[in-house]
């Protein structure tokens, strides 16, 4: 099946008494058990959820994953996920990452003896280098947030394989692309996480975070991990991540054509001196980016010519909205080194270039001549 009919499919788990089309928002705490030792399958939805199993089965099917796990937030599903280490453990993640899981590591898991090197994971003499005997897993966003860098999935996989007796897991943040652009477990990536609040809902209208992982042991842990600690996505929430999914396909096609449409349109404005998004033909990492995905996303980040114009911008836009985040039906613009990348120090922000110039553009499926509009009397 196609993966623009697999995501319509998704979740469509037909109530058996009714035949609801829908999957039933199941909002029960407990189950009753037919009688001792015998059960449905569900006890209490801390455990597990009727709807919460639906978008997990979901994800996991359009991941190529063997489970998926949900949670309720992006950052619950990191948080998890690093519960896979210990003291002593070591991990190798992306430098100019979200900074949610820059500020986890360095001010949170520290405390608990996970150390963490930032590296440039572009490039990979320098992910390399980063590796310890105690290294653990290396951590990916491709592409990056803000600056687009490209990692080579496949690549990093080998080196994690060749360099190490110790498995090293390798995981992808896909929250940028999603699996109708990119899909990591089929690089050889074991486990990918996203904040589903992005792409995969789609609507800004809600908060989640999803986990799948190829292997069946790996899973088996995961599971014990979100059961233990028990950051599940709710079964509202979980019908709303199975809605928006429904037309992720659609929703990140015509993201797409708009976003390369406003890329080319703001790399030839006066006042833009460098836009950074991967479709463009001379970015950095563009051979790799169409070796891996099927497409560039609708993320891209620009730097604007004087430091009086971000506020500026941000002050006028009025298609846009300033706001955090991305991933949205609405078109959204954010200034990363003071609302999203404020947790990374001032002095490393400068050097991987997230200035007090940079923009950064979540675009939207509006018509892209409103974008292009907007953004034109904005920086004007
Ligand atoms: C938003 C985001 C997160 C965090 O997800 P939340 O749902 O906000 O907790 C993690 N990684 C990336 C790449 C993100 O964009």
Known sequence: MKFATKVVQAGLVSDKTTGAISTPIYQTATFRH????????????????????????????????????????????????????????????????????????????????????????????????????????ILLETPTNPLMKIADIKAIVALARNSSENPIHVIVDNTFLSPYLQRPLTLGADIVVHSGSKYLSGHNDVI????????????????????????????????????????????????????????????????????????????????????????YGGMLSFVVDHPRLPAQVLRKVKVLQFAESLGGVESLITFPAVQTHADIPADIRQRLGISDCLLRLSVGIEDVEDIIADLAQALD
């Open 208 to 295: 989640c975070g999803l986990v799948v992982a190829k292997d069946a042991a790996l899973c088996e842990k995961i599971g014990f991990i979100q059961n233990a600690a028990g950051a599940i996505l709710g079964p509202q929430d979980s019908w709303l991540l199975l809605r928006g999914l429904k037309t992720l396909a659609i929703r990140l096609r015509q993201h797409e054509e708009n976003a390369l449409i406003v890329a080319q349109w703001l790399a030839a404005h006066p006042s833009v001196t460098k836009v950074y998004y991967p479709g463009l033909p001379d970015h950095p990492g563009k051979d790799i980016q169409d070796a891996q995905a099927t497409g």
């Open 34 to 137: 037919p009688e001792l030792g015998r059960s449905t399958g569900f006890d209490y939805s801390r455990t597990q959820n009727p709807t919460r199993k639906a978008v997990e089965e979901a994800v996991a099917t359009l991941e190529e994953g063997h489970a998926g796990f949900a949670f309720g937030s992006g950052m619950a599903a990191i948080t998890s996920i690093l519960m896979l280490y210990r003291p002593g453990d070591h991990v190798i993640i992306t430098e100019d990452c979200y900074g949610g899981t820059y500020r986890i590591l360095d001010k949170l898991f520290n405390q608990f003896g996970l150390t963490a090197t930032f590296v440039d994971t572009g490039d990979l003499d320098q992910v390399q280098q980063a590796l310890q005997p105690a290294t653990k897993a």
